[in-house]
Nanobody, 128 residues
Framework: QVQPVESGGGLVQAGGSLRLSCAAS????????MGWFRQAPGKEREFVAAITRSGDSFYYADSVKGRFTISTDNAKNMVYLQMNRLKSEDTAAYYC?????????????????????WGQGTQVTVSS
């Protein structure tokens, strides 16, 4: 069983930064990838960023490329999302997800239905 727990959300002004953290309570050998998704009110959940356990493959949504950085610390079973130059449209609940089965292709991490475990979410609000 893997239970991701997010932290680091909050209220920030446009142009500011936040760093989200996600701790996965599992042996890292059982984790093949981790990702971040977000959902704004009235909108569908969307992919933000993902990274393989090894860290050699990572992906970003076009809307966050150049502003957000995903990283992982396997020793601590942690994944981080550094968010810079935040915009009002980044306002959403951010969810951490864990893939606990082997991947056929690392690009699977861009799609929410390939994840096995989800956190409860952390709210990010960007004021303009």
């Amino acid at each position: 069983q893997v239970q991701p727990v997010e932290s680091g959300g909050g209220l920030v002004q446009a142009g500011g930064s936040l760093r989200l953290s996600c701790a996965a309570s599992a042996d890292s050998l059982g984790i093949f990838g981790m990702g971040w998704f977000r959902q704004a009110p009235g909108k569908e959940r969307e992919f933000v960023a993902a990274i393989t356990r090894s860290g050699d493959s990572f992906y970003y949504a076009d809307s966050v490329k150049g502003r957000f950085t995903i990283s992982t610390d396997n020793a601590k079973n942690m994944v981080y999302l550094q968010m810079n130059r935040l915009k009002s449209e980044d306002t959403a609940a951010y969810y951490c997800a864990v893939r606990s089965a082997p991947l056929i292709m690392s690009t699977q991490l861009k799609y929410d239905y390939y994840y096995n475990y989800w956190g409860q979410g952390t709210q990010v609000t960007v004021s303009s």
